[in-house]
Nanobody, 125 residues
Framework: QVQLVESGGGLVQAGGSLRLSCAASGLTFKMYAMGWFRQAPGKERDFVAGISRNGGSTYYADSVKGRFTISRDNAKNTVYLKMNSVKPEDTAVYYC??????????????????WGQGTQVTVSS
């Protein structure tokens, strides 16, 4: 079956950096656009970043633009999220997701049909 497994979360100080990874299995990874979402307690799940099938197109939420970078390695079936200059408001559970429509700009969670279990990122001030 399809599995998306996130890793790399943890506690980081404001201004620091973190890199999240999401390893995929059970699907033809290169045929899916991939996205990162996050959900803070009591809030909705929000789009963070998306990347197209071949990695040639990326798209970011305004709140992370210029600080976060999404990338992928299709040979390793893995998508990454490099988080720089983190802020306390970045604290959330981060999820990766697979989108069969192939666009980096799909920001609605409903367009993604596979999800990981999430990894907690906590930014201290």
């Amino acid at each position: 079956q399809v599995q998306l497994v996130e890793s790399g979360g943890g506690l980081v100080q404001a201004g620091g950096s973190l890199r999240l990874s999401c390893a995929a299995s059970g699907l033809t990874f290169k045929m899916y656009a991939m996205g990162w979402f996050r959900q803070a307690p009591g809030k909705e799940r929000d789009f963070v970043a998306g990347i197209s099938r071949n990695g040639g197109s990326t798209y970011y939420a305004d709140s992370v633009k210029g600080r976060f970078t999404i990338s992928r390695d299709n040979a390793k079936n893995t998508v990454y999220l490099k988080m720089n200059s983190v802020k306390p408001e970045d604290t959330a559970v981060y999820y990766c997701a697979a989108d069969p429509y192939g666009s980096s700009r799909n920001t609605a969670p409903t367009t993604y049909n596979y999800w990981g279990q999430g990894t907690q990122v906590t930014v201290s001030s």
